[in-house]
């Protein structure tokens, strides 16, 4: 049965359970329901299944519009978007999110932060009476390790917010003490935290196969221990102030071993059709494809036939999230086909080129480039400006050139309009809101670069591990190991990098060597727009890098003629007799650009200054609901937050 058919079949039958479980009146925000007692229910399999379906679609949140994603508000897609929170990318509007400032204002209630625990109730409710259903043991583990599965993904996701939470093992009663009870340390949570996934792993059956849209099987589970002591042993190694180092390197090992059970398993592999748009092609499939994708550890499949749909493309062409554009910062990190940046050599005003780069006039950035960059960013022409959605043509010489339409506050912020993730379907787009688009949850690359990393942070990195990692993601990509030996990444013999490491020397307060330079940019290189950089530099200690001034595209002479306003009527182009669009984007009013002719993005906001973002350290973690402070005496406030 899969994952996007049972939870369409059990939606009201579990809507309904938590109805009687309280699910709006959270117990830890108001005095609870009494427990539901149905001694009608947990008797039978079928019993067990409806409850736990119920759990899915709670979890896996998918390309789903709903904005309550703790601790942000994210519509359309929490991978697709998310990392709009990050320094990968911003969002459409004068100013940025609040949430971003040291402004935001600590929330009276839970308001999508986080600290809400209606669905930990029901998990306590079902590990409390599962076993009175009369069936075989085996059968009631199985699905009791599915909850143990989402149980460790849901504490995961709050010590990540808030850090100290109370850890709530029982299904509680109306006068449980526990329900006024202080927050557990850290350490305590996350070891019941490894309890519950190691013991998911121990319940569950196991994989057969590739099953990525089935039940949470082993491999889920490995995968999600994988990525949960990765965060954990980096966190405790790199936030020296909680005072855990010394139990960094048990969570790393942890790590290696999930990702290593993946990669030894034989049952999963990088996508490639073949094509030179194979990483662009990942993310652009639609209904049953993702069952058989070998990248797909977990998924959703959504599909026309069973009624089970997303709006990824209507936000993509018809909503704000045209605004979603990326910044110089992740631009910019992205390699040469050479396998060395885009600049050799120099310092800050008087850098050495890469012979390779060609510069940044009118997007020739591009160019001899990491094949990803292509496949994430548009050039221009690119995307739906040569798409017509009316016939369905996906053609440039049929459609013509549409440069971005560059404003300060609108949907061409910084000139880098994402196209992972974007599919010019012409049949999903005339659906409006019902495109089955599928999505990855828990993609296998990611199991391989939290293989990588961990294993360098214990010291035990060899150059078999980033040849079956980073080297292979790259041959994926499309790097010519041939043509350019130095694409492959060597131990002992990185690129110099002299603009990240000046980066990294004036934002951080530890040392990066050049191999986990590299191993970092790897990760936010292959993994951009999933809904994860914003984790990792809260991991690793570098929410300053949230501070590089955020900027878009280069100004340059040509840029602005062709933004002057002269060629609102369209222009052609005496190359390639092609029809370019332009629109009007003067200086000083559509853009604003700093001394070296770079777009400021957010130049006229009200919360930030000449578009580089305040950060305080404090903010690492999240603040508790001064609500909740006040209905429960023993819950402190995080620091900083007072």
């Not at 069936?135 to 995961?156: C, H, L, M, R, S």
């Not at 890098?545 to 306003?565: C, D, F, K, N």
Request: charged residues 20%; glycine residues 8%; negative net charge.
């Amino acid at each position: 049965m899969k994952i996007n058919i049972y939870i369409k079949q059990s939606l009201v039958i579990f809507t309904a359970l938590t109805l009687f479980l309280g699910c709006n009146d959270d117990f830890m925000e108001r005095a609870p329901l009494d427990r539901l007692v149905n001694e009608n229910f947990w008797n039978s399999q079928s019993d067990l299944e409806l409850y736990v379906n119920g759990l899915y679609q709670v979890y896996i949140w998918g390309h789903t519009q709903d904005p309550r994603r703790p601790p942000f508000s994210v519509r359309g897609s929490h991978i697709a978007y998310g990392d709009v929170i990050s320094d990968n990318a911003t969002n459409m509007g004068q100013n940025i999110d609040v949430r971003l400032t040291d402004a935001y204002v600590v929330p009276l209630n839970d308001d999508n932060n986080g600290w809400s625990w209606g669905n930990l109730r029901q998990i306590n409710h079902f590990l409390a009476n599962y076993r009175r259903a009369a069936i075989p043991e085996e059968t009631k583990q199985a699905y009791a390790g599915e909850v143990y599965f989402f149980k460790a993904w849901d504490y995961f996701r709050r010590v990540q917010i808030f850090g100290d939470v109370p850890w709530i093992a029982a299904d509680l009663a109306v006068d449980s003490p526990e329900l006024y009870a202080a927050r557990d340390p850290r350490a305590l949570v996350m070891d019941s935290v490894l309890m519950c996934i190691n013991r998911a792993i121990a319940w569950l059956p196991a994989a057969g196969g590739a099953n990525p849209v089935g039940r949470i099987d082993q491999d889920k589970a490995q995968f999600l221990k994988s990525r949960i002591c990765l965060y954990e042993g980096t966190y405790r190694k790199y936030h020296t102030e909680i005072g855990l180092q010394s139990s960094a390197a048990q969570w790393l090992q942890e790590s290696v071993a999930a990702s290593d059970a993946l990669i030894s398993s034989g049952r999963y592999a990088l996508y490639d059709n073949g094509r030179a748009d194979a990483y662009w092609a990942l993310f652009a499939q639609r209904d049953a494809a993702i069952r058989t994708n070998p990248e797909a550890v977990l998924g959703v499949e959504y599909n026309f036939n069973i009624g089970v749909m997303n709006d990824l493309l209507v936000y993509y062409h018809d909503n704000i999230h045209l605004g979603i554009t990326g910044q110089k910062s992740l631009v910019d990190e992205y390699l040469c086909v050479d396998g060395r940046p885009i600049y050799i050599g120099g310092g800050p005003g008087s850098y050495v080129d890469n012979p390779l780069f060609l510069g940044f006039g009118k997007w020739t950035e591009l160019e001899n480039r990491d094949p990803r960059l292509t496949q994430t960013i548009c050039r221009p022409g690119e995307y739906i400006s040569i798409f017509n959605r009316s016939t369905g043509v996906y053609d440039a010489q049929a459609n013509g050139i549409n440069f971005p339409r560059l404003q300060f506050t609108g949907l061409e912020q910084s000139g880098y309009r994402f196209i992972k993730h974007w599919m010019p379907d012409k049949d999903l787009m005339d659906r409006a809101h019902g495109s089955s688009q599928s999505v990855i949850e828990f993609r296998y690359a990611e199991a391989l670069l939290n293989y990588v990393e961990a294993k360098y942070e214990l010291g035990n990195l060899v150059q078999q591990d980033v040849d079956i990692t980073i080297n292979r993601l790259r041959e994926r990509a499309g790097f010519d190991f041939t043509t350019y030996p130095s694409s492959r990444l060597l131990i002992g013999n990185e690129p110099v990098d002299p603009r990240l490491d000046a980066i990294y020397a004036d934002k951080l307060d530890y040392a990066v060597t050049p191999l986990l330079r590299e191993i970092r940019r790897e990760r936010r290189v292959e993994m951009a727009q999933e809904d994860l950089r914003y984790w990792d530099l809260m991991r690793w200690k570098a929410a300053r890098l949230l501070t590089v001034p955020m900027r878009g595209v280069r100004m340059t002479a040509e840029m602005q003629e062709l933004y002057s306003g002269s060629h609102a009527n369209g222009l052609i182009n005496p190359t390639t007799g092609i029809l370019e669009f332009a629109t009007i984007a003067l200086l000083n009013r559509d853009v604003f650009v700093d001394e070296d002719g770079f777009i400021i993005l957010k130049a006229r906001s009200t919360n930030m200054s000449n578009g580089i973002l305040p950060w305080s350290d404090y903010r690492y973690l999240w603040p508790i609901p001064t609500g909740q402070l006040a209905l429960n005496n023993l819950l402190t406030q995080n620091p900083g937050w007072e």
